[in-house]
Nanobody
Framework: QVQLVESGGGLVQPGGSLRLSCAAS????????MGWYRQAPGKQRELVAV???????TYADSVKGRFTVSGDNAKNMVYLQMSSLKPEDTAVYYC??????????????WGQGTQVTVSS
């Protein structure tokens, strides 16, 4: 069994910053990539940023230049530094990991989500 636990969400004013963290634990053999998705009310879940085990990153166009994803392979952790936040960044942010378990299953796992609200 694999668990992803996020932390760091909250309320921030427009133009402010927040840092999200996510830790993966459990029956993990290796992690292919980790990252962040978000879902705003009435909208589909969308990719925000991901990083693979080699350090290659992918960002949604809407967050390029404002958000930075980073990872710690040794700790199976991923971070999202968010700056210059806008009201349209308001959403529940979900951590995602694509990994191989100790039983050799290749799976995608999700965290429970953390709320980010950008408002004055």
């Amino acid at each position: 069994q694999v668990q992803l636990v996020e932390s760091g969400g909250g309320l921030v004013q427009p133009g402010g910053s927040l840092r999200l963290s996510c830790a993966a634990s459990g029956s993990i053999f290796s992690v292919d990539r980790m990252g962040w998705y978000r879902q705003a009310p009435g909208k589909q879940r969308e990719l925000v940023a991901v990083i693979n085990s080699g350090g290659v990153t992918t960002y949604a166009d809407s967050v390029k230049g404002r958000f930075t994803v980073s990872g710690d392979n040794a700790k199976n952790m991923v971070y999202l530094q968010m700056s210059s936040l806008k009201p349209e960044d308001t959403a529940v942010y979900y951590c995602n990991a694509v990994l191989t378990t100790t039983r050799n299953a290749y799976i995608g796992a999700w965290g429970q989500g953390t709320q980010v609200t950008v408002s004055s």
